[in-house]
């Protein structure tokens, strides 16, 4: 969901089948943002199947965005990891777990949990016990950012859900800086014209 004041910004939304959904939201100076919401295979078989059409709308989203100069975004449930042995409960694996998140090193992203809070333990998703009790299970649910704009981003958390949404997942959320988006020139010189004109 995306908040009124921020829909309004929104110009163009593009899909990949119910997986993958790329929204553009455009600001005053030629500023673009683009957030792409994916939803990763969650069975190994339908990933080896279908994940690689996947892979493949985003990385196509991804590389037309940069040739445009857009901000990218990639955010969602990635049913993987890069690390698991830092982001799964007892795990001692230390491979990237899917094409997706590979893809997104590749390209130049970051993770923001692990730009802001290091190798901090934390966990987005949870399992029952036999006793019905909620237990973590891995930090499948993440935001990554281009380390072109990383020093734009001022908080990366995670924010517990169990009783707001009644879910298995915790919410991963992340604060930026959008001072350099809306204070640039191109911004300032449309805005000193359109002054002028009023005058």
């Known amino acids: 969901m995306i908040e009124h004041s921020l829909a309004q910004h929104i110009y163009k939304i593009e899909k ?4 993958g959904l790329a929204i553009y939201l455009s600001f005053r100076g030629k500023v673009t943002i683009q957030i792409i919401g994916i939803y990763e295979y969650a069975n190994k078989t339908e990933r080896r199947k279908c994940g690689k059409a996947l892979t ?4 196509e989203q991804i ?5 445009k100069h857009h901000i ?3 955010m969602g449930d990635f049913n993987g990891v890069v690390n698991p042995k830092i982001d799964r409960v007892n795990s001692n694996l230390k491979k990237t777990e899917t094409k997706i998140l590979e893809t997104l090193q590749y390209k130049g992203f970051q993770d923001c949990y692990r730009l802001i809070n290091g190798r901090e333990r934390k966990f987005t998703f949870y399992k029952q ?3 019905h009790n909620r237990r973590p299970a891995s930090r499948i649910d993440q935001i990554w950012i281009l380390m072109d704009h990383a020093n734009n981003l001022i ?9 707001s949404a009644f879910s298995d997942h915790n919410a991963m959320t992340i604060n930026i800086n959008n001072r350099k988006y809306t204070n640039n020139k191109q911004y300032n010189k449309n805005r000193r014209h359109r002054r002028i004109k009023r005058l």
Do not use: G, H, Y
């Not at 990949?16 to 997986?19: G, K, L, S, V, Y």
């Not at 493949?56 to 990385?59: D, G, K, P």
């Not at 590389?63 to 040739?67: D, G, L």
């Open 155 to 163: 908080n990366a958390k995670i924010v517990d859900t169990e009783f």
């Open 63 to 67: 590389t037309n965005a940069q040739k």
């Open 16 to 19: 990949f089948q119910d997986r």
């Open 56 to 59: 493949s709308w985003i990385n």
């Open 129 to 131: 016990d036999l006793d």
């Open 72 to 74: 990218p975004l990639v």
